[in-house]
């Protein structure tokens, strides 16, 4: 089955450390995509890739980096430097950028006490 | 710059009967398109429905349907028939081709 799946669905980590989040996809998709999500709020953009060896900040970068080393993967690592870290991470991937329908992994829980 | 605004934070509908959620965005550019998603309980986000801005014709996807007034930047979705499993919180959402950009949601519960 192609999708996107998020790794793990839960994580816990104590404050100052760097935690690294997976998304994987399988759907041949050129365009990636990072959101976070906080209690009863809408999703905000972090980080975009269009493509390999590339990658545009969003909205809300600061305190976060990411890599795009291969078309499947795109990791997001939280750093120390974000304030507010706990939150919802969702990742997407879509065919190319722009207007395509975008495909969301099932999210991972970051908690950070 | 973009923006999406969803001025109902939660809303409730008997099962089987019709309701609709607003969204109103604005966008300087003439191109664009629009999407409704959806985030059950499990947090999954699912797109419901998308239009194209340069159509004229409402999208509809069997029990959902838009009602897309261009010159007034507004995008509603109607649920016909509603069902249990429709209880979710609902995204509207906006793309001009720079990123996709969502408005706070809708929280739907769809009662009984």
């Known amino acids: 089955d192609g999708g996107i799946t998020q790794s793990p669905k839960y994580l816990f980590r104590k404050e100052g450390q760097n935690v690294t989040l997976s998304c994987e996809q399988n759907?041949?998709?050129?365009?990636m995509y990072w959101y976070r999500q906080d209690p009863g709020q809408g999703l905000r953009l972090i980080y975009y890739?269009?493509?390999?060896?590339?990658?545009q900040k969003g909205d809300i970068a600061e305190g976060y980096s990411v890599s795009r080393e291969k078309k499947e993967s795109f990791p997001l690592t939280v750093t120390s430097a974000q304030k507010n870290p706990t939150a919802f991470y969702l990742c997407?991937?879509?065919?190319?950028?722009?207007?395509?329908?975008?495909?969301f992994g099932p999210g991972t829980r970051l908690t950070v006490t | 710059a973009q923006t999406v605004t969803q001025s109902q934070p939660e809303m409730s509908v008997q099962e089987a009967e019709t309701v609709t959620l607003s969204c109103t965005y604005d966008?300087?550019?003439?191109?664009?398109?629009l999407f409704w998603y959806k985030q059950p309980p499990s947090r999954q986000m699912i797109l419901v429905i998308r239009?194209?801005?340069?159509?004229?014709q409402n999208a509809t996807e069997n029990r959902f349907s838009v009602n897309f007034q261009k010159a007034a930047k507004s995008f509603s979705l109607k649920i016909s028939d509603s069902q249990l499993g429709d209880t979710a919180m609902y995204f509207c959402?906006?793309?001009?081709?720079?990123?996709?950009?969502f408005g706070g949601g809708t929280r739907l519960m769809v009662k009984p």
């Open positions: 239009q194209e801005a340069y159509k004229q």
């Open positions: 966008t300087s550019e003439n191109n664009y398109y």
């Open positions: 759907l041949n998709h050129d365009a």
């Open positions: 890739s269009q493509i390999v060896n590339d990658f």
């Open positions: 997407a991937s879509s065919i190319g950028r722009g207007t395509y329908e975008q495909y």
């Open positions: 959402a906006l793309d001009a081709g720079n990123m996709l950009t």
